[in-house]
Every structure is written in C-alpha cells, then in structure tokens.
C-alpha cells in the first residue's frame, strides 16, 4: 500500500519560509507526477506545484518565484521549499503522486499557518 507522509508545516510571520517534504512508501514502480496540492480555509483544493519525472515543473500562477519543487526519484520523496509566506498561502498542503499525468493519491495533509 503507498503512503505519502507530509512533515514541515506550522506557523510563520507574514514574509517568513517554511520548506515542506514528503516520503513516500510502498511504491511498486516509480509515479510519473509528485507534488504539492493545497486547501485553503473555504476554498476548493487546488495546484501548488508539480513535477514530472523528467523533471517538467508546473505552478501555480500565485506562488510563481516564491515557491520551487524538487524531488529525489532514487529516495522517492518531494520537497518544497516556500519562501515570502503570505497570509494567502494558508491551508492545508497534500502531498500527491500519479503515475501518469495526474496525481491520484493523496497524504493526510499538513497545516501551513501565516500570521499577518
């Protein structure tokens, strides 16, 4: 069974950074897609960022130079590193795997606070 297990969230001023990681376990063969999804407070989940295996990154428009998505294929883990945190950027942050353009599994998610 794949299990996608988020670490690094929490609280951060307005302006401050916060790098978020996900491990991932009990793959059979390596996804095509990582990557970050988030829900914010009354609002749809939507992309952060996603990567492919040949390395095609693809972002939000909103968090475009502020954010950047890496991912270490041999160890299977995905990393973003969140940089100029602003009070929009709160929600909860999914990690996410597909093995062919989309992402279809999910972690639990992980709280990212901004106080203003």
């Known amino acids: 069974q794949v299990q996608l297990v988020e670490s690094g969230g929490g609280l951060v001023q307005a302006g401050g950074s916060l790098t978020l990681s996900c491990a991932v376990s009990g793959l059979m063969f390596s996804p095509n897609i990582m990557g970050w999804y988030r829900q914010g407070p009354g609002k749809q989940r939507e992309l952060v960022a996603t990567m492919s295996r040949s390395g095609t990154t693809r972002y939000a428009d909103s968090v475009k130079g502020r954010f950047t998505i890496s991912r270490d294929n041999a160890k299977n883990t995905v990393s973003l590193p969140m940089n100029s945190l602003k009070p929009d950027d709160v929600g909860v942050y999914y990690c996410?795997?597909?093995?062919?353009?989309?992402?279809?599994?999910w972690g639990q998610g992980t709280q990212v606070t901004v106080d203003s």
């Open positions: 996410c795997l597909g093995y062919l353009k989309t992402c279809t599994i």
